[in-house]
């Protein structure tokens, strides 16, 4: 995945309908002003209630919904649609040992949904992994990922780490693990936040891609940079306004994004397949689908 910005780590913003929230830490002026600080923590606390309360009841109203994207077969789908992307394959379940350097600034890209050596999110998906399962033939690997985090150096990588990675993806643990942190840090979040903004299957789909590509991040050229900027030139669905041409402003301001961050890049997974879907008012992303992704056309029947 070719993104601008650092991930998040895991500590994706907590999700309201039409903001998010992160409480902050004032600990560093606490010895200095008792008194304040002593004030601050019922109101961190009062926050992190209303936070709580605004999620359980975010979570009611998800309940209700149609499971849209998540639905099993659309899932699939939109594991096609990325992998398509990603890997110019909709056969995505091939993926799981595929590593390189694409030359895009963020080391290696690796696995199912494009982690990155660089953008911490394979470096997260290692240590999740290690957890459970110490012995695994990439956790020596470790030391050097945490050095190269934010970079696209293979200093401490090569070259050993390219062999580890494609032999620890013949392990099942590993590929269920690489399947759990993609629904943990980019589908799941997406999925709920373009329900909470009121889209529905499509506009689902649109913020996954675009969390992959772009990241968690809040810069301007991160997913929830780009959706705020959406949402102050177009109103979601959620605040009563028109579907399509939220979905249109956000894409526009993706594709505007990618541009800027890499000249020249192609934007076709974007423009011949989610604009495509979209101009043609396949708000459902009801099968079949057909599009074009750096000029070979795909087919879902």
């Not at 929230?21 to 200095?32: E, L, Q, R, Y």
């Not at 911490?120 to 990922?145: F, K, W």
């Not at 390219?162 to 032999?167: C, E």
Request: aromatic share 8%.
């Amino acid at each position: 995945m070719k993104r601008a910005g650092v991930l998040l780590l895991a500590a994706v913003p907590v999700i309201a309908a039409g903001a998010y929230f992160v409480v902050p830490d004032d600990s560093a002026d606490s010895a200095g002003a008792p008194a304040a600080a002593s004030a601050a923590g019922p109101a961190r606390g009062d926050a992190k209630d209303r936070a709580e309360k605004e999620r359980e009841a975010d979570d009611a109203l998800i309940a209700d919904l149609p499971p849209g994207l998540a639905a099993p077969a659309k899932k699939e789908l939109a594991q096609q649609l990325v992998s398509s992307a990603e890997n110019s394959t909709t056969q995505w379940r091939t993926a799981y040992g595929s590593i390189e350097d694409v030359g895009d600034g963020d080391g290696y890209t690796a696995g199912i949904i494009g982690f990155c050596t660089g953008t911490h999110d394979l470096l997260a998906l290692v240590e999740r992994y290690t957890e459970a399962h110490p012995d695994n033939g990439l956790a020596t690997y470790l030391p050097a990922l945490r050095e190269v985090d934010g970079s696209d150096s293979h200093e401490g990588l090569d070259p050993g780490f390219t062999a580890a990675w494609r032999a620890e993806a013949e392990v099942p643990a590993f590929r269920e693990a690489q399947e759990e942190e993609r629904d943990r840090v980019y589908f799941e979040p997406a999925v709920r936040l373009a329900k909470l903004d009121g889209l529905g299957t499509l506009g689902q789909f649109v913020y996954y891609d675009a969390m992959v590509f772009h990241g968690p991040d809040t810069d301007p050229e991160g997913f929830y940079g780009l959706r705020e900027q959406a949402m102050a030139r177009a109103k979601t669905p959620g605040q009563g306004g028109s579907e399509k041409q939220y979905l249109d402003t956000f894409l526009k301001l993706r594709v505007q994004a990618m541009r800027d961050k890499r000249p020249g890049i192609d934007t076709s997974r974007v423009d011949t397949a989610q604009r495509r879907f979209l101009t043609a008012g396949n708000m459902r992303l009801a099968t079949p689908l057909v599009w074009e992704m750096y000029g070979d056309t795909y087919r879902v029947p």
